[in-house]
Each structure stands twice: as C-alpha cells, then as structure tokens.
C-alpha cells in the first residue's frame, strides 16, 4: 500500500521580523501563518480525494499536472503550486547585511550570470523590469533550463517554472499580500528593496 504524503508548513529560517526594514514582520507572519497554510491544507484536502497519486512527490505532480486526475487537477495546480512556489521564496531570502554584493554572489552564479546576462547588475535589472511589468498576481523567477542556460520569466497566479519543464533558481512573489501591509501600490519600491534580503547563497545550491 503506498504511503500517503501528507504536506506540513515549513518552518521560516529566520524570525518574522528578521527581513526588517526590507520586508515588514506583519507582512511576514500574515503570509506564512494564514497564505501559505491555507496552501498546504486546500492541497491536502485535493489529494485525499484521490489517494492513488498521494505518494507522489508534489514536483513530481507539478511536471505533469496533465496525469494529474481532473477533479483535482485545479486544486494542485493552484494550491501545490501556492505551496512549492512559498516554500522557495522563504528560502530564497535572508536577513539583511553589509556584505557587498560582488562578496555576496557565490562565484558559480556570477559566471552563470555574467554568461547570460552580462553582469549581476544587467541581471537585476532585467529581472527587475520583468517583475514590475507584471500585469495582476503571480511570481517572477531566474530559471535554468536543460542546456543549462540562465533566463526571466515570470507566471500567474501560483503557476511555476516546474510546470513548463524549468527549474527555478530565484523568486520574488509579486502577490499583493507579499508587500502591501508595507509598501502598498508601489511594487518597484517592493522590488527593489527586496534585493537587500536574496539568500544568494541558496541560488547557488538551487543551481
């Protein structure tokens, strides 16, 4: 008989207030503690409804949501995706330091940066304007694909990179609730200081 997987919420690395001034602890306990939970539950609840694919590993289901029973199918896509695509993002930040950014930037992922977008900063600024330009909710990502080439993308709602076939490296959730506590309608203000807190030790490990 398989074993069925029961997702938790991960706890957070770091306390809710640790990623202050940058992104404000309300905002942080609200997303994690009533978002992201109610991820993790509405997906459990979907797979209960179809025990025969609850051992799957959640990625696993993500790559092929097409295999994926049609009852259900709407509900991982949006909720397993809500809860793959937040458990990255908290781990792909990290309290702010003074630590420069050419210090910061694990060597592997400024070649790879340097190869496809000519500099961390060129990056940035890429990646920034592909967030900002985004139209409603969803997510911004660096993704590496099967030639190990680096690019943006962004997607909607709470689709990822995994569905295409990607992996992601790096993302930035661009739902209101992400920022509005805080910065309200100025998402680039949100953007650009979210900078200060990437984890750019994890995007190494991701790639």
Known sequence: MSKVI????????????????????R???LH????????????????AQEPQIADKPLEALLRDLNAVPESIRAAVRNHGGGHY????????????????LHMAVPQKILDAIAKDFGSVEKFKEQFTMAAASLFGSGWAWLIIDGSEK?????T???????????????????????????????RGEYIKSWW???NWKQVGENL
Do not use: R
Not at 7 to 22: I, N, R, S, V, W
Not at 85 to 100: D, I, R
Not at 150 to 154: A, E, G, K, R, Y
């Open 85 to 100: 695509n937040h458990s990255l993002f908290w781990q792909c930040m990290k309290p702010f330091g003074p630590t420069p």
């Open 156 to 186: 909607p709602n709470q689709d990822n990179p995994v569905m295409q076939g990607l992996n992601p490296l790096l993302c930035l959730d661009l739902w209101e609730h992400s920022y509005y506590l805080k910065w309200q309608h100025q």
């Open 27 to 29: 905002t942080m306990e």
């Open 196 to 198: 200060n807190v990437v």
């Open 6 to 25: 029961k997702y938790e919420l991960p706890q957070l690395p770091y306390a809710y207030d640790a990623l202050e001034p940058h992104i404000d602890s």
């Open 32 to 47: 994690h503690t009533k978002h992201h939970v109610t991820y993790v539950a509405k997906l459990n609840e979907a797979l």
């Open 150 to 154: 680096l690019s943006i993308i962004t």
